[in-house]
């Protein structure tokens, strides 16, 4: 399973890492396991909104690449 994983390292403010902390806290959890659900949840909801513009963008001519180059 180690290959399944990777390091995610970066600075943030102490005011966000503070929360992090508390909320991770309040559920029992770690900060890397709250960070992991909190990111896991923003691409899943990303995935969702290009899904749904895909769907939306098919006929739509304003919405397709030759479409908004035309719109220019």
């Known amino acids: 399973m180690a290959a399944d994983k ?7 403010p102490l005011d ?3 929360a992090l902390d508390a909320i991770a806290l ?4 770690d ?6 659900e909190v990111l896991t949840k923003f ?3 990303v ?3 290009m899904n749904v513009l895909h769907r939306m963008a098919r006929g739509n001519a304003l919405l397709s690449p ?6 220019e």
Request: hydrophobic share 40%.
């Open 6 to 12: 990777t390091e995610l390292r970066g600075m943030a």
């Open 16 to 18: 966000l890492v503070s």
């Open 26 to 29: 309040s559920r029992n959890l």
């Open 31 to 36: 900060r890397t396991a709250l960070v992991n």
């Open 43 to 45: 691409v899943k909801q």
């Open 47 to 49: 995935g969702h909104e």
């Open 66 to 71: 030759s479409g908004a180059e035309d719109a």
